[in-house]
């Protein structure tokens, strides 16, 4: 397999407060994508994401995706 080069990958937030919008993300130390995602919103407030399973990749032989979607879980209150 080709390993890919990147740090980070494409978050597709697919519904929720945040839906349509994308963030980039850094990979796991593993290499793997984060399982949940929090995203601060404002002061003491930030909308928790799930992964929900569909990845992109740029080339058949990547290993590592180039994007994933996240489902919105709830909001995390500081």
């Known amino acids: 397999m080709?390993?890919?080069s990147g740090s980070s990958y494409t978050a597709k937030l697919t519904d929720g407060?945040?839906?349509g919008k994308?963030?980039?993300?850094?990979?796991l130390p593993s290499g793997d994508a984060k399982p949940s995602i929090e995203?601060?919103?404002d002061e003491g407030k930030a909308?928790?994401?799930?992964r929900s399973g569909n990845e992109e990749?740029?080339?058949e032989d990547?290993?590592?995706p180039s994007a994933v979607g996240?489902?919105?879980?709830?909001?995390?209150?500081?």
Do not use: A
């Not at 909308?47 to 799930?50: K, Q």
């Open 2 to 4: 080709n390993n890919t």
């Open 39 to 41: 995203v601060p919103v």
């Open 22 to 27: 994308t963030i980039s993300v850094g990979f």
């Open 17 to 19: 407060p945040l839906e």
């Open 57 to 59: 990749f740029d080339s």
């Open 62 to 64: 990547s290993d590592q």
């Open 70 to 78: 996240y489902s919105y879980r709830t909001t995390n209150y500081s």
């Open 47 to 50: 909308y928790l994401y799930t």
